[in-house]
């Protein structure tokens, strides 16, 4: 969900909850891509310069989060949604944010 997690050490209220954010389990780990997952990315998102002059912060502000210890897993890593421009000529994204998704399998925990 919209988080709104502005800053990296605001992530310890994830953990203080005893819950998992996803996206960090499935590219900050060994295997992981270490991709920065950024679903506010002034850089790439052609709309929010546009309502917020001169933003050029790129965050994390979405996340898929899960609690520790259920029986089901990511089948693979989170991926963004809704990344894309939909149309240049009026530099309209669906949003300001990009989507996450993940599809869960049961099995052992993470």
Not at 34 to 42: H, W
Not at 77 to 83: E, F, L, S, T, Y
């Amino acid at each position: 969900g919209d988080l709104n997690l502005h800053e990296p050490c605001e992530d310890i209220n994830v953990l203080r909850n005893d819950l998992l954010d996803l996206w960090a389990e499935t590219h900050f780990c060994s295997s992981g891509d270490d991709n920065e997952g950024f679903t506010f990315d002034a850089q790439r998102n052609i709309m929010i310069p546009r309502y917020i002059p001169g933003e050029a912060r790129r965050m994390r502000l979405d996340r898929i989060l899960c609690s520790q210890g259920l029986p089901w897993r990511p089948e693979g890593p989170v991926r963004m949604w809704a990344d894309a421009t939909v149309d240049e000529y009026r530099q309209v994204c669906v949003s300001d944010h990009y989507g996450l998704v993940v599809d869960m399998v049961a099995g052992s925990t993470l």
